[in-house]
């Protein structure tokens, strides 16, 4: 028995099957973002006025992020095009292209991860802050790089403006507290890592199907061209959706 | 003789090709508005030319997401499968 609909559109919904499918699932996933963004906004005014922390983010890192993910954009939908248009060889380039784009995003977001589980506040006997990067750590001491240093309490993590330096050596006696910036450290970094790891999972997730389509996948082109063709719109549909959830992360992770 | 008007063909809402302008879209005013955040943070925080790098540069790929979005939509017209 054939399956109806898997290439044309039905004509009450003018969906194929698969397109349905995925609009559905689509909607499912607006519910989770959804339900994520609408914590962090909670979260978030619900925090005591100047306690939310600022600049903890790198913004031209996070920028290029977004220029490579609207790059992939742009060539998901290439590939289907040059698919419409018979241009095999094309897609190939062009879907290609996506999946060096998200290796590249996947990348610097694990460089963003790695910067941030590296990047430590300690908190010291005396009272005083000694916030950035850890070089080395031992039994009797650590040593920081890129350090700022003030008083406990004043200000928020992030937009500190106390003492400068390049390096400093802390004994492990005049430590009270040291942590990193994991998502442990605040609310703000919990929903932080919330947010941008499930965003990088579907990443992931996306780009192991473009990758499946555009490898041992795309021999459906020589058998079935019109259902192939279908199975990209999908995919693409999909990276589009993952790419918009970024559009609206940024803004509101990086700058507000 | 009274020439018959075409009716503009109507975009399937859940195309491939209407979610991409709706990026493209979103795309453009994340870049206006990011341009304009860096703009805000050169003339508020001092002559960082980070900042001002920042600014000229998503305003330049704002301006290049327009000129995108036309070629797109111009391009595909020739595709047939609205």
Same mark, same amino acid.
């Given at each position: 028995?054939?399956?109806?609909?898997?290439?044309?559109?039905?004509?009450?919904?003018?969906?194929?099957?698969?397109?349905?499918?995925?609009?559905?699932?689509?909607?499912?996933?607006?519910?989770?973002?959804?339900?994520?963004?609408?914590?962090?906004?909670?979260?978030?005014?619900?925090?005591?006025?100047?306690?939310?922390?600022?600049?903890?983010?790198?913004?031209?890192?996070?920028?290029?992020?977004?220029?490579?993910?609207?790059?992939?954009?742009?060539?998901?939908?290439?590939?289907?095009?040059?698919?419409?248009?018979?241009?095999?060889?094309?897609?190939?380039?062009?879907?290609?292209?996506?999946?060096?784009?998200?290796?590249?995003?996947?990348?610097?977001?694990?460089?963003?991860?790695?910067?941030?589980?590296?990047?430590?506040?300690?908190?010291?006997?005396?009272?005083?802050?000694?916030?950035?990067?850890?070089?080395?750590?031992?039994?009797?001491?650590?040593?920081?790089?890129? =350090?700022?240093?003030?008083?406990? !309490?004043? $200000?928020?993590?992030?937009?500190?403006?106390?003492?400068? #330096?390049?390096?400093? &050596? %802390?004994?492990?006696?005049?430590?009270?507290?040291?942590?990193?910036?994991?998502?442990?450290?605040?609310?703000?970094?919990?929903?932080?890592?919330?947010?941008?790891?499930?965003?990088?999972?579907?990443?992931?997730?996306?780009?192991? =199907?473009?990758?499946?389509?555009? !490898?041992? $996948?795309?021999?459906?082109?020589?058998?079935?061209?019109? #259902?192939?063709?279908? &199975? %990209?719109?999908?995919?693409?549909?999909?990276?589009?959706?993952?790419?918009?959830?970024?559009?609206?992360?940024?803004?509101?992770?990086?700058?507000? | 003789?009274?020439?018959?008007?075409?009716?503009?063909?109507?975009?399937?809402?859940?195309?491939?090709?209407?979610?991409?302008?709706?990026?493209?879209?979103?795309?453009?005013?994340?870049?206006?508005?990011?341009?304009?955040?860096?703009?805000?943070?050169?003339?508020?925080?001092?002559?960082?030319?980070?900042?001002?790098?920042?600014?000229?540069?998503?305003?330049?790929?704002?301006?290049?997401?327009?000129?995108?979005?036309?070629?797109?939509?111009?391009?595909?017209?020739?595709?047939?499968?609205?």
């Amino acid at each position: 028995m054939e399956i109806p609909y898997v290439v044309q559109p039905r004509p009450d919904t003018g969906l194929y099957n698969a397109k349905l499918g995925i609009w559905l699932f689509l909607a499912s996933e607006v519910m989770l973002f959804g339900a994520l963004f609408s914590s962090y906004i909670l979260l978030r005014i619900g925090a005591a006025p100047g306690a939310w922390p600022h600049g903890l983010l790198n913004i031209p890192i996070g920028t290029v992020n977004t220029l490579v993910l609207i790059t992939s954009s742009i060539t998901v939908v290439m590939a289907w095009a040059s698919l419409k248009l018979n241009q095999f060889n094309r897609f190939k380039m062009f879907q290609g292209i996506t999946l060096v784009c998200a290796m590249l995003f996947v990348c610097i977001k694990s460089y963003e991860y790695y910067d941030k589980f590296t990047h430590y506040e300690v908190i010291m006997t005396d009272g005083m802050v000694a916030d950035g990067h850890l070089v080395e750590k031992s039994d009797t001491h650590i040593t920081l790089k890129h =350090v700022a240093v003030f008083h406990e !309490g004043e $200000g928020t993590a992030g937009d500190h403006h106390g003492e400068h #330096r390049e390096e400093m &050596r %802390i004994e492990a006696a005049q430590i009270r507290k040291m942590e990193n910036y994991g998502p442990w450290h605040n609310t703000y970094l919990a929903i932080y890592f919330t947010l941008t790891a499930l965003h990088a999972l579907h990443v992931i997730g996306g780009a192991a =199907v473009i990758a499946y389509l555009w !490898g041992p $996948g795309s021999r459906m082109w020589k058998t079935d061209p019109e #259902r192939f063709t279908n &199975r %990209i719109e999908i995919s693409g549909l999909f990276w589009h959706f993952v790419d918009l959830v970024w559009i609206f992360l940024f803004p509101v992770l990086y700058l507000l | 003789m009274r020439q018959r008007r075409t009716l503009p063909r109507r975009i399937d809402p859940m195309s491939l090709k209407a979610f991409h302008i709706v990026f493209i879209t979103a795309s453009t005013l994340l870049s206006f508005g990011f341009g304009a955040w860096a703009l805000r943070e050169y003339l508020s925080e001092g002559a960082s030319p980070t900042n001002l790098t920042m600014a000229a540069l998503s305003v330049a790929s704002g301006v290049g997401l327009i000129v995108y979005g036309r070629y797109f939509l111009k391009k595909l017209k020739t595709v047939g499968y609205l």
